[in-house]
Each structure stands twice: as C-alpha cells, then as structure tokens.
T-cell receptor
Framework: GQQLNQSPQSMFIQEGEDVSMNCTSS?????WLWYKQEPGEGPVLLIA?????ELTSNGRLTAQFGITRKDSFLNISASIPSDVGIYFC???????????FGAGTRLTVKP | DSGVTQTPKHLITATGQRVTLRCSPR?????VYWYQQSLDQGLQFLIQ???????AKGNILERFSAQQFPDLHSELNLSSLELGDSALYFC????????????FGEGSRLTVL
C-alpha cells in the first residue's frame, strides 16, 4: 500500500522556537492533510491542501503541498506549550477511497 | 466534541476472546473509517464503509471484521485476540464529499492480557 514517510519522529524544542516537519511518499496524492492528536483524544484536522504548490496558513501554522504531489511540510512558528502533541500528515489518493497517515511527529515544547 | 461516539472507551480481555467495538458517526455522515493505533505508532487504516457498503480495505487482519448498519453506525469485531492486538482503535466519519476531513472519536482502548 501507499507509505507515508514522516520526519522527524520527535522534536524537543523551547517555547518560542519555530518547528518544521515533513512528509514524503513514493505515490502521488491529490490531497494532503495535517492532523494533531492530543493525549487521550482522537486526531483533529489542522490544515487541508488540495492543489499542488498550494501554501496554506492557519494562524501560526503553515503547510505546503509539494509540486510533485509526493510531499508536504508543516511549519509552526513561535511555538507555545499547547502545541504539544503528535502531528500526523495524511494523504488522500486519487480514488479518494482511503486515507493513509504518516507515523507522526511527537512534539514537546519546553516552557 | 467531534460528534463521533465510540464505545466502550476501555476494554480489557484475554487472549483468544472476541470483542466488538461500536461507533456512531456524526449526524449526516455516510462514511465510517476504522484505524488502529498501537503504542507510539501511527494510525493504521483498517477499513472504510460508505452508506453500508465496504469501500476500501487496508491492513485489516482476517480475524477482524466490520460492518455498517442501515442507521449508519458501525461495529468492528476482533476475534481470536492476541497480545499484539492491544491498541487504541479509532473510528472516524466524513460527509458526502471526501475532502479528507475526518472527524475522529475518542477511541476505544483495548488491552489483551
């Protein structure tokens, strides 16, 4: 099946620092998404990207859909303690029948 | 609150047993997805249903099965349980157009002893 390679696996940063994580695939996706999972909860959608090259922001979060349609990145600027959680990239395939998730990036923010 | 309800929240059982996890999607959502999340692992796609019919299948074991009922709720059946089946099982739902926005429940944590 389609594999999503997400990196880094974990990050330990100081409050106020910027964060960058990315996701690559050997397959083409026509939608890339970024979700966040907080402890004890299910993932929640942060940003959805529908067009190759698209750059979208949501507050301090910015994500881009790679022009090859095989990668995406997520940046978080000026991190705060509540940014702690696991961030998942997800790709939706051409047939839109299933969505695959990356392994996640576990973010820890030190005050 | 995502509007997706999963029961039970926690379940402890023994190897060889069978359990059923239940999911009620958001009102109006026709698609239901099941994912498995093992400790410190990502979300493994198991299966998707749309309006009662199986639409996509992922890495679902033969010991596992699912169905979506006419009222759109779904059940995931796990049988001949093994220690390695211990995980969080998430249900998610989405609306008519598959935009990629899935609404996840809080998960059912299964512990197999």
């Amino acid at each position: 099946g389609q594999q999503l390679n997400q990196s880094p696996q974990s990050m330990f940063i100081q409050e106020g620092e910027d964060v960058s994580m990315n996701c690559t695939s050997s397959s083409i996706f026509n939608t890339w998404l970024w979700y966040k999972q907080e402890p004890g909860e299910g993932p929640v959608l942060l940003i959805a990207l529908y067009k190759a090259g698209e750059l979208t922001s949501n507050g301090r979060l910015t994500a881009q859909f790679g022009i090859t349609r095989k990668d995406s990145f997520l940046n978080i600027s000026a991190s705060i303690p509540s940014d702690v959680g696991i961030y998942f990239c997800a790709g939706l395939s051409r047939n839109n029948n299933d969505m695959r998730f990356g392994a996640g990036t576990r973010l820890t923010v030190k005050p | 609150d995502s509007g997706v309800t999963q029961t039970p929240k926690h379940l402890i059982t023994a190897t060889g047993q069978r359990v059923t996890l239940r999911c009620s999607p958001r009102s109006g959502d026709l698609s239901v997805y099941w994912y498995q999340q093992s400790l410190d692992q990502g979300l493994q796609f198991l299966i998707q249903y749309y309006n009662g019919e199986e639409r996509a299948k992922g890495n679902i074991l033969e010991r596992f099965s699912a169905q979506q009922f006419p009222d759109l709720h779904s059940e995931l059946n796990l049988s001949s349980l093994e220690l390695g089946d211990s995980a969080l099982y998430f249900c998610a739902s989405s609306g008519l157009v598959t935009t990629g926005e899935l609404f996840f429940g809080e998960g059912s944590r299964l512990t197999v002893l």
